[in-house]
């Protein structure tokens, strides 16, 4: 059963991805209370306060991710370890091509009033996908050299908060609705937890 856990989790997040899918899609009225829910947790709006999330969000860009990722990548390849260098790379570059897929199907409007340019659609959310997922697997890279607890527990809190963090400041920031960014975080996390299972079975089977 073990090791079903991460298909099992995977399958669970998209399961709820498509709960928000079909929500937004139907113009269902508990997407709206949950979007204004999210706005006005995030008030009031004040210039340090969009300083400080504008950077936020800026270093949770997949621009800026994406590239990262495929440099990380390369340096595993460098070193020989050829299917964690593909495994590290691939799961950003085909990841976000999932999102495009989904944004230009659905083809939802971005809020209006942006207090920063945001171009394209707006459902689900490119930066919580491109961050969830690198953080999900720089977690998993060093997780297993973290031999006490409390540098797990330290490690995890940084990455959910820093996951958060990027969520806030997207919907602070005007570029997307609250559940826009959930269900980014839905969709990256099944996307991790199916291809990392996928790709274990294939390590297993080299």
């Known amino acids: 059963m073990k090791k079903y856990t991460k298909l099992l989790a995977g399958i669970d997040c998209w399961l709820i991805f498509a709960i928000f899918l079909l929500g937004v899609q139907g113009d269902a009225s ?17 210039a340090v306060r969009t300083r400080v999330f504008t950077t936020i969000t800026h270093l949770g860009d997949p621009m800026i991710l994406l590239p990262l990722s495929i440099l990380i ?26 999102v495009i897929a ?14 920063i340019p945001a171009h394209g659609f707006s459902f689900p959310s490119g930066h919580t996908f491109a961050t969830t997922v690198f953080v999900l697997t720089v977690a998993a890279l060093i997780w297993p050299h973290l031999k006490r607890r409390w540098q797990r527990i330290v490690v995890g809190l940084a990455a ?47």
Not at 188 to 199: D, H, I, K, V
């Open 102 to 115: 989904v944004k230009y199907s659905l083809r939802r409007p971005r809020p209006e009033h942006k207090l």
């Open 73 to 98: 990548g390369i340096l595993f390849w460098w070193r020989r370890r050829f299917i964690r260098g593909l495994q590290f790379a691939s799961l950003q570059l085909v990841g976000y091509l999932l």
């Open 30 to 46: 508990w997407i709206h209370q949950l979007d204004q829910w999210g706005y006005q947790l995030l008030q009031p709006t004040t």
């Open 160 to 206: 959910g908060s820093w996951i958060i963090l990027v969520m806030a400041s997207r919907v602070y920031l005007r570029n997307h609705f609250t559940s826009d960014v959930f269900a980014g975080l839905c969709l990256a996390s099944g996307w991790w937890f199916l291809a990392t299972a996928a790709w274990q079975r294939i390590a297993q089977c080299r």
